[in-house]
């Protein structure tokens, strides 16, 4: 009788003892349920801050000389390793009103509209769509020069690198007067020619555009459709265009000026010079859009520029002789100085630099890029002036000094009495 009691007891208190477990460990999941574990994440470094100090250090000298040069409205914009390390926008659209320049303010690009054009070159001629090595003959059939066997031999890569042996500057001056490009290109076979095609180097506008009817011929689409579809959606150029129209139907403009004398400026009507020749002198573009630019330019991982393309648009294909006054804000240390796919290539103080600058009436651009250093750089203004010429070349002998202070630094390190076995 006492044995059956006992196995009572026990088997009771195995129950309530099972009935406080399971309690006790369906209270513990409910607890892991209520309060998830924390997962740390390392925060995503930004190189930026390896440059902070130039950076700020020129933001300021920028500013001092945006103020001095009497500039009515800058902007300007730096990347490094892939990311905005500065955005700078100065003063105002139009002087005399209150509005003033902001991230997406449209300036007109001038000459700076040959390294977009370049670009889409490249990825055009990567996608096996208009290559650079093809005949211009070939897209258009009426096409002629002076003389009909460099007529055969020229072309895209001849076009967009200044080396199609026609004197400099053909037909700049009916460009000014807005004789639409077609009736232009037809002209050209009374141009005089130097040399033969790829030899010499001569700056053209009319001829950098003959890409416009050659890019239409082969994908049937105008030339800006095919620009926004390679360049300016895929890059996040959310403000750019490549027409008059476009520009001066945009509230958020930079109206051109002129020097009254003094640096003191005045506003100018807008005009349309240079739209005809697209290619070479007709984009509008804001700070944002060249930041994002620059950015996707100087990423070696982008998807959108691949390396082949950026070997097809950066590597030099000619020399371009200057007159020492084109860089004379640079100084002595410019050297070889080349032409690529729409960028000027020059040696400056042991680094290639990809650069361009562009001037049309009342705007002034400037770009460059040092694929060694992973830095952009872009300045663009609403009132001209040779002050603001050496802005770039001091941004970039702040930032190479500092490079070489570092790499002396770490140099001197490896060869410290510490570190050698």
Not at 152 to 157: A, D, F, H, K
Not at 190 to 197: F, L
Request: hydrophobic fraction near 35%.
């Amino acid at each position: 009788m006492k044995r059956r009691i006992y196995v009572v007891i026990l088997v009771v208190g195995l129950a309530i003892l099972a009935f406080k477990l399971q309690s006790f460990v369906g209270s513990e999941k409910a607890k892991e349920q209520a309060v998830p574990e924390e997962v740390f994440t390392e925060p995503e470094y930004n190189p930026v801050v390896e440059i902070e100090n130039t950076v700020t250090r020129f933001d300021s000298l920028l500013e001092l000389n945006l103020k001095e040069s009497g500039t009515v409205g800058a902007a300007a914009v730096i990347t490094y390793k892939g990311k905005i390390a500065l955005v700078k926008c100065y003063g105002v659209r139009k002087a005399g009103e209150k509005n003033p320049v902001n991230e997406n303010t449209v300036f007109r690009l001038a000459s700076v509209s040959k390294t977009v054009t370049g670009v889409l070159a490249g990825i055009l001629d990567e996608e096996n769509i208009v290559k650079l090595d093809d005949k211009i003959v070939d897209y258009l059939p009426n096409f002629k020069l002076k003389n009909q066997e460099y007529t055969n031999q020229l072309t895209v890569r001849h076009l967009l690198s200044h080396t199609s042996g026609l004197i400099p500057h053909a037909y700049d001056l009916m460009v000014e007067d807005k004789v639409p490009l077609e009736k232009i290109i037809d002209r050209l076979d009374q141009v005089d020619i130097t040399a033969a095609p790829g030899q010499l180097y001569g700056y053209q506008n009319v001829v950098y555009s003959i890409y416009d009817p050659v890019t239409k011929a082969k994908t049937h689409k105008s030339f800006e459709s095919v620009m926004k579809e390679k360049v300016f959606q895929p890059f996040g150029m959310a403000d750019a265009s490549v027409n008059f129209e476009d520009f001066k139907n945009n509230d958020n403009k930079a109206y051109p000026h002129y020097n009254r004398g003094h640096n003191r400026y005045s506003p100018m009507r807008l005009n349309d010079r240079y739209y005809t020749t697209a290619p070479a002198a007709g984009v509008n573009a804001s700070i944002s859009d060249l930041g994002h630019f620059l950015c996707t330019l100087t990423d070696d991982d982008s998807e959108v520029f691949d390396y082949k393309a950026r070997e097809a648009v950066f590597t030099p294909q000619v020399n371009s002789p200057l007159k020492r006054t084109y860089f004379r804000s640079w100084g002595r240390d410019v050297k070889d100085k080349r032409y690529s796919i729409g960028w000027r290539i020059i040696d400056y103080k042991g680094r290639e630099i990809a650069y361009h600058g562009g001037y049309v009436l009342g705007y002034k651009a400037e770009i460059a890029l040092c694929d060694q250093e992973d830095i952009g750089i872009a300045i663009l203004s609403n009132s001209p002036n040779s002050a603001t010429a050496k802005n770039i070349p001091e941004f970039l002998n702040m930032l190479f000094d500092y490079k070489d202070k570092i790499a002396l630094e770490e140099q001197e390190n490896d060869d410290s009495p510490e570190n050698k076995s």
